[in-house]
């Protein structure tokens, strides 16, 4: 379902609600579930630096591949072939097509791409939990205190998701299409306890990234409220939008307070996006071949990154495509990987990653897109040098590997060097705020760029340094 990260109208201060406006007169664009679609919530007025706008970079759009529960640094891009067993683990190193460069043997689509990546083999968070570390990544601001798991978004720590530093920068403008998209579900500690960072936060509710939760690996997948009812044509469609306009003026003269002006802005998206057959169209994955979706694998997380290409041709300018949980596998299926390392890598979470993630850098080249699509690799932290006693590797903050591709970055690079055990660095570490900053300079925004927040108070973008060894 698709739907907008935000609170619900404030009753206190709407004497109608959106539900009874809705209902007035049966209209309710009857069967077309727009509150559904995006709920509103209070807005703030825009106020977008005029330096916000200066091209400082190639790409157009980003995709995101977060991979939570955090991708071990051992197996993936910083093998350690030389090290004891207990810190090499029981995967041996493969070369690349980039001379001295080896990754994890259970990378070998990924080896043969590496002329288009840049390697970050020392990244830093200092943060050994979750949602904390991940707030952080997500964010560039480290979560105050580090390292608490189970938390949640709430003051202090309420920096902007990237994908809301987006929408704020972007600004919707004349596109349909929302700026920021994460699919195919929210990041959440077990018991759905969502981590903080994936909101607006300090910019507001109005700049939440719109959130679509499905399954694209479905048949016949469809986006929910994005189709019409097979009941309803297009002339019947526009009366009743035509009536629902009606509604809106007698409203308005009704009251004029911010929930009013930010359901006026969230329906007129919805609307935007039934009415529109270019976005509905990108969600349509029957237009690609059974060859393409193939290429990148049949389960849901595959098919979502298959989706997020398709969502930055549509015009979303940022997608975050976040690991899936699989059914009856330990940790959800996710790579949180305490114990069974070895067997759930070697089973399904490298193959499907290899394979998804290889075939997305491959069709973006093919379409000539990857040089102005930024694609992002990473997870909220790495893993422990050392097996612990269930065969396992545990939480680790402390260096950890990343990749970036296409959108400016120079590919064929290492950036970062950690020690023997790939536990620490030895040069080049970098952080989330340093990411951050990188990320929206490839996108064309300086990191001095000023984000102003609810209250008024101007905010650099990020207070990082644009990691410019790999431009």
């Known amino acids: 379902m698709l739907r907008h990260f935000g609170n619900n109208f404030d009753r206190h201060h709407d004497p109608l609600s959106r539900r009874e406006w809705m209902q007035l007169g049966g209209v309710g664009i009857a069967g077309l579930s727009l509150p559904k679609l995006v709920s509103a919530s209070p807005t703030t007025p825009n106020v977008v630096p005029a330096d916000a706008a200066s091209s400082i970079g190639k790409a157009k759009s980003a995709i995101v591949i977060f991979l939570g529960g955090g991708p071990p640094q051992h197996e993936t891009w910083d093998p350690k072939p030389n090290a004891p067993a207990e810190i090499r683990g029981g995967f041996g190193a493969i070369d690349t097509q980039t001379p001295g460069l080896m990754v994890g043997e259970l990378m070998p689509l990924t080896a043969r791409l590496t002329d288009k990546i840049a390697v970050l083999r020392a990244m830093v968070t200092n943060d050994n939990a979750h949602s904390s570390s991940g707030y952080q990544m997500m964010t560039g601001i480290p979560h105050i205190p580090l390292s608490v798991e189970n938390a949640t978004s709430k003051a202090p720590n309420l920096a902007p998701h990237w994908g809301a530093v987006m929408r704020y920068v972007k600004q919707q403008g004349s596109s349909s299409f929302p700026p920021a998209v ?4 929210r990041i959440a500690n077990t018991g759905e306890i969502v981590w903080p960072g994936q909101t607006g936060g300090f910019l507001g509710p109005k700049y939440d990234p719109w959130l679509l939760t499905c399954d694209p690996s479905q048949p016949n997948f469809t986006v929910p409220d994005l189709a019409f009812p097979a009941e309803l044509p297009t002339d019947r469609f526009e009366k009743r939008v035509a009536l629902l306009d009606h509604i809106d003026r007698q409203r308005q003269q009704l009251s004029a307070s911010s929930a009013v002006i930010s359901f006026n802005r969230q329906k007129q998206q919805a609307l935007d996006l039934l009415g529109g057959l270019s ?6 994955l029957s237009q690609e071949s059974e060859a393409t979706r193939n290429r990148y694998g049949r389960t849901r997380w ?3 990154v298959l989706l997020s ?7 979303a300018s940022l997608v975050q495509v976040n690991w899936c949980k699989v059914d009856g596998e330990p940790n959800g299926g996710g790579w949180d990987t305490h114990d069974k390392h070895n067997d759930l890598l070697k089973r399904f979470l490298m193959p499907w990653m290899d394979q998804a993630y290889s075939a997305l850098l491959t069709d973006l080249s093919e379409r000539g897109l990857l040089d102005e699509t930024l694609v992002v690799w990473v997870g909220e932290f790495g893993h422990t040098p050392k097996f612990n006693a269930n065969a396992g590797r545990d939480h680790w903050g402390q ?5 970036l591709a296409g959108g400016g970055v120079r590919g064929g690079v290492v950036h970062g060097k950690s020690d023997a055990h790939a536990a620490f660095p030895v040069s080049g570490a970098v952080e989330p705020r340093d990411l951050l900053a990188t990320i929206f300079h490839c996108l064309g ?3 001095d760029t000023e984000l102003v927040d609810t209250e008024g108070r101007p905010i650099p973008l ?3 340094r644009v990691i410019t060894e790999i431009l």
Do not use: W, Y
């Not at 260096?399 to 990749?403: K, M, R, T, V």
């Open 462 to 464: 990020s207070r990082g």
């Open 279 to 284: 976005a509905r169209r990108a969600f349509d």
């Open 182 to 185: 994460t699919l195919p579900n």
């Open 309 to 315: 290409r398709r969502l930055v041709e549509a015009g």
């Open 445 to 447: 925004h300086a990191p």
């Open 399 to 403: 260096c950890f590997s990343i990749a």
């Open 302 to 304: 595959a098919q979502s």
